[in-house]
């Protein structure tokens, strides 16, 4: 495994992370003993950075965590954990709370959640509207101060707040939506960190499995919050397996599988981009996370290979006929 430092005052990670979402029902049911030992399969592999949201499964996910790193030791395992989104007991989203009191408490509950004395990386999930970036960071600020976190981090937000909350304390990583057909950062929010010595974490890597190369039309169903994302509807999803074929044929002519196809692409994107990279089994966990031996330059010409062929894929449409420009960016652009 190589490593990677998150920003200019951020700390040394695993260049891939293992994004834990999926193992408290976001993807549909996951199986507990599976989910821990998918989490030790990553820190066996050499992961050390494991990312949360303290809303996952309402708290589920965190307290799976800890029980997993129970007697890890602690500098060997980075959390990151994003807070705020609030949830009704039916499991629908309410909106987010940036305030500095709310940020405290919630910081209280996710310690004792996963049985930890500080959290690494803290960052509120979506920025708060009627509560001013400043005031949440300077939050999260005292708490560093008193020793319950480590780092700052933000998540989904644009330049505008990353700067103003950089004002206020450094900041190691923006956690973002980021992978070979969702490329909106590219245009200013990418320069933007990079000036402001601010990394990537990049979540959505395999855009939400959809280029995994293991996706089916229709697959999603129930609970599945895909069942219900554009970028898996009719045309969309259409459109979107097309570009998953034409990665498999370089992915095979190289002996690998889509998903790290898609995965080594955005890692091969700089040296401030860390992919975190969902996995409910150890198997297919192992696959993801074992591959990023490779040197950058093969990744990078593989890569290059797989923007060529789909350059000459449509671009994915919304439901309305309009082209989706953020959420689907297709390769011909950049």
Partial sequence: MQYRRLGTNGPTVS?????CMGMS???????????????????D????????????????????????????PRQQVVVSVKFG??????????????????????????????????????????RDPSVPIEETVGAIADMVKAGYVRHIGLSEVGVETIRRAAAVH????????????????????????RELGIAITAYGVLS???ISGHWQKGAASG???????????????????ALVEALRKVADAKGISVAQAAIAWVAAQGADIVPVV?????????????????????RRDRTRRAEGRSRRLPLCRRRNGRPRQREVRMISRS
């Fill in 278 to 298: 969902g996995a409910l089994r150890r198997r297919r966990g192992a696959r993801r996370h074992g591959g990023d031996a490779e040197p950058a330059g093969h």
């Fill in 15 to 19: 260049a891939l992370g293992l994004g």
């Fill in 223 to 241: 609970r599945d919050f895909r069942a219900f994302s554009p970028r898996f509807q009719g045309g969309n999803v259409d459109a979107n397996l």
């Fill in 45 to 72: 592999a050499g992961v050390t950075l494991i990312d949360t949201g303290d809303f996952y499964g309402m708290g589920h996910n965190e307290m799976l965590i800890g029980e997993a790193i129970k007697g890890v």
């Fill in 25 to 43: 029902g976001m993807y549909g049911p996951a199986d507990r003993h599976e989910s821990i030992a998918t989490i030790h399969a990553a820190l």
């Fill in 170 to 193: 450094p900041i190691s990583d923006l956690q973002i939506e980021y992978s070979l057909i969702s490329r909106g950062i590219e245009d200013a929010i990418l320069p933007a960190v």
């Fill in 85 to 126: 989104a609030l949830r009704d007991p039916a499991g629908g989203w309410l909106g987010n709370d940036g305030r500095p009191a709310a940020v405290k408490s919630f910081l209280a509950y996710s310690l004792q959640r996963l049985g930890v004395d500080y959290i690494d990386i803290y960052r509120p999930a979506r």
């Fill in 208 to 210: 939400r499995g959809l």
